[in-house]
């Protein structure tokens, strides 16, 4: 079956600092690849998303690129902000169903 | 964005007795729903996926006679948990889709439930 594995956490960062996140994954096909995120209090929200091998899904200075021969989706930031403290989920998606399977997720916390 | 919201936010309740917790989809239709379980440092864990005015489909292993979902208007459904025992306690999330793929799941803020 389908399965998603990410770095536990917490990951504690100052500010500016370069953000990586690891998820591997595990599928049948072709899966789409997501990136959620949940802020303390709120739902999770589509942070990002990749349909195909070797896209690159890219919002808020997150980027992600969907490496088939790794079968992972590292998440990474160039320069965290304090406001990016919250949870982030790796999922995965696949065939035409909307049945999504997430990681464990990784809470991430920026100090100033 | 679309903002689903959920209610109660926690809940506390006794052993042997039911619960219910409602999604609504506020800005949109949804016409289809997904109840999720959460438990610590888990992942989610999708329960059941319901379609407005049609009976939920259960994942394999959850109890559709202790976990009741109604789907009843494109706009609200409900998780009742009957019976409720201790390990029930858990982290409900619910997420509503107008149609399409992944990327159009939009969560809910999650129902803590604790049983005494």
């Known amino acids: 079956g389908n399965s998603v594995t990410q770095m536990e956490g917490p990951v504690t960062l100052s500010e500016e600092a370069f953000l990586t996140i690891n998820c591997t994954y595990t599928a049948t096909g072709y899966p789409s690849l997501f990136w959620y995120v949940q802020y303390p209090g709120e739902g999770l929200q589509l942070l990002l998303k990749a349909t195909k091998a070797d896209d690159k899904g890219s919002n808020k200075g997150f980027e992600a690129t969907y490496r088939k021969e790794t079968t992972s989706f590292h998440l990474e930031k160039g320069s965290v902000q304090v406001s990016d403290s919250a949870v982030y989920f790796c999922a995965l998606n696949s065939g035409g169903y909307q049945k999504v399977t997430f990681g464990t997720g990784t809470k991430l916390q920026v100090i100033p | 964005g679309a903002v689903v919201s959920q209610h109660p936010s926690w809940v506390i309740c006794k052993s042997g007795t039911s619960v219910k917790i409602e999604c609504r989809s506020l800005?949109?239709?949804?016409?289809?729903m997904f109840w999720y379980r959460q438990f610590p440092k888990q992942s989610l864990m999708l329960m059941a996926t319901?379609?407005?005015?049609?009976?939920?489909?259960?994942e394999q292993g959850v109890e559709k006679d202790k976990f009741l979902i109604n789907h009843a208007s494109l706009t609200l459904s409900t998780l009742t948990v009957t019976s409720a025992h201790p390990e029930d306690s858990s982290f409900y999330i619910c997420?509503?889709?107008?149609?399409?793929?992944?990327?159009?799941?939009?969560f809910g803020p999650g129902t803590r439930l604790t049983v005494l």
């Open positions: 997420s509503a889709s107008s149609s399409g793929g992944a990327d159009t799941q939009y």
């Open positions: 800005d949109f239709q949804a016409t289809t």
């Open positions: 319901s379609n407005e005015g049609s009976k939920a489909t259960y």
